[in-house]
């Protein structure tokens, strides 16, 4: 990670699968080129060895459809609409209103019907997730 350090990327995973394949994913605050991928492969490269053990190496950013997995994937969507998928089985899409250590707030919209009103209304609704209540956030993707 110390190749990262001081840049917008950040390090998001580092999977050894089967066969010595080794899948690392990174992410940044603004974006993440081919060429940024290229270069931090070559840098992992120069650390290891294939005389000594062979391996596969896959370097590669976050998709945009990838669920979050870093609080600082969360912060830089704050105002993006997303995705929540709740461990009880809800699913809401709403903006990303805040994250911070613990949670996560989710603005939605929802149609009500005020007593004695004829027609429903549009009212925004601010919801609250602890990070162990959330199966996967993602982006909308439109």
Do not use: W
């Not at 089967?18 to 120069?46: H, K, P, T, Y």
């Not at 004829?118 to 956030?137: A, C, D, G, H, P």
Request: hydrophobic share 35%; proline share 1%; aromatic share 6%.
């Amino acid at each position: 990670e110390t190749y990262l350090t001081g840049s917008e990327q950040y390090l998001v995973s580092v999977k050894v699968e089967a066969g010595n394949r080794i899948v690392v994913e990174v992410d940044s605050d603004q974006s993440i080129s081919i060429d940024d991928c290229a270069a931090l492969s070559r840098f992992i490269e120069s650390r290891l060895d294939r005389e000594v053990e062979d391996y596969e190496l896959e370097v590669g950013s976050a998709g945009i459809s990838s669920p979050f997995q870093l609080l600082r994937q969360y912060q830089k969507n704050i105002g993006r609409e997303v995705e929540v998928l709740s461990k009880a089985g809800k699913k809401l899409t709403g903006i990303l209103h805040s994250a911070d250590e613990e949670k996560i707030v989710l603005s939605v919209e929802k149609q009500v019907k005020p007593e004695g009103a004829k027609r429903k209304i549009t009212v925004v609704e601010n919801q609250e997730f602890l990070y162990s209540e959330i199966k996967y956030t993602k982006n909308v993707i439109k």
